[in-house]
């Protein structure tokens, strides 16, 4: 039986991405989107570490399976290392990608220092607590104007001189060879052997242990209990 993993997130394109670089492992992959409605984790980290940790316990627990989050970010030099954490949410706790994206721009009007770069912390966690932590990078700098119609968030104004494109406008496969998430996820990609077994370990231990039916012998269960 393929040990059950979760994605803690509602991101397609993230869901999508990771999918992709576990595809080959034999794991059973899901998402919160295979799942009913279930509270939100609150990322009020002042890390990525916090909240790739915070949203993989959460999930974790609510759900008492093994969860994988990722927190992820872009840091713009020009801009004391905004938007960070709040990468997601620039532009207001509702934004679109193209809301934060027009924030940015608006930001950066004018400077020429426009270096930055991705930051991802993966997070694998099990409900009673223990989790490993994996991290990546990925150096660009921003655009004056979008680029590009794959991707999300702010692939399309994210300029890699590596791959001599925006994130948005690279296929997945070309992206994920150099991207913050796909450097940690090929951390993650390389110990997975090791991360299962791991998790088997985890898993047990924190089952609670079977009854002793031997407790039980003074109970007499043949009559109806009022309660």
Known sequence: ???????????RGKVEELREMLKDFPIDLRSLNDF???????????????NAYKKALFTAKILGLP????DSGLVVEALDGAPGVYSARYAGEKASDADNVKKLLAELAGQTDRRAAFHCVISIAVPSGPALTYEGRCEGEILEAPRGVSGFGYDPVFYSPVLGKTFAEAGMAEKNQ???RGRAMAQVAAEFEQILKWLNQRLTE????????????????SEEKMV
């Open 1 to 11: 039986m393929k040990q059950i993993i979760v994605l803690a997130t509602r991101n």
């Open 178 to 180: 150099i991207s913050h």
């Open 206 to 221: 924190a089952k609670p242990p079977k009854p002793d039916h031997e407790q039980f012998e003074h109970n007499d269960w």
């Open 36 to 50: 009913g409605p279930i509270p939100e984790a609150v990322e009020d980290g002042a890390t990525f570490d916090d």
């Open 67 to 70: 969860a994988m989050a990722d």
